[in-house]
Nanobody
Framework: QVQLVESGGGLVQAGDSLSLSCAVS????????MGWFRQAPGREREFVAA????????AYADSRKGRFTISRDSAKNILYLQIISLNPENTAKYYC???????????WGQGTQVTVSS
């Protein structure tokens, strides 16, 4: 079992930056793939970024490159997502997720809401 708890969301102004955190606990996640997803109102959940917990290799959705940075602190077991130059289109609930087989995400956090005002 893997437990994921997101934090760091809130109401921000357009142009602001934000850092989301995801506390990871449980067992057997050291070789997992960790990802961030988001879901805006009325839209499907979409992939944002992923990182190999052990090796640190990253991947991003094409439209997320540049303003989104995924990272992890293996010593503290925390996953991060930094977002710069926020705009109202970034308003969504952001979720972290764990994939222990590298293909399907089988553990999810409860999400943290990010609302960007113009």
């Amino acid at each position: 079992q893997v437990q994921l708890v997101e934090s760091g969301g809130g109401l921000v102004q357009a142009g602001d930056s934000l850092s989301l955190s995801c506390a990871v606990s449980g067992s057997a996640f050291s070789s997992s793939l960790m990802g961030w997803f988001r879901q805006a109102p009325g839209r499907e959940r979409e992939f944002v970024a992923a990182i190999s917990w052990s090796g640190g290799g990253t991947a991003y959705a094409d439209s997320r490159k540049g303003r989104f940075t995924i990272s992890r602190d293996s010593a503290k077991n925390i996953l991060y997502l930094q977002i710069i130059s926020l705009n109202p289109e970034n308003t969504a609930k952001y979720y972290c997720a764990c994939s222990r087989n590298g293909r399907t995400y089988d553990y999810w956090g409860q999400g943290t809401q990010v609302t960007v005002s113009s």
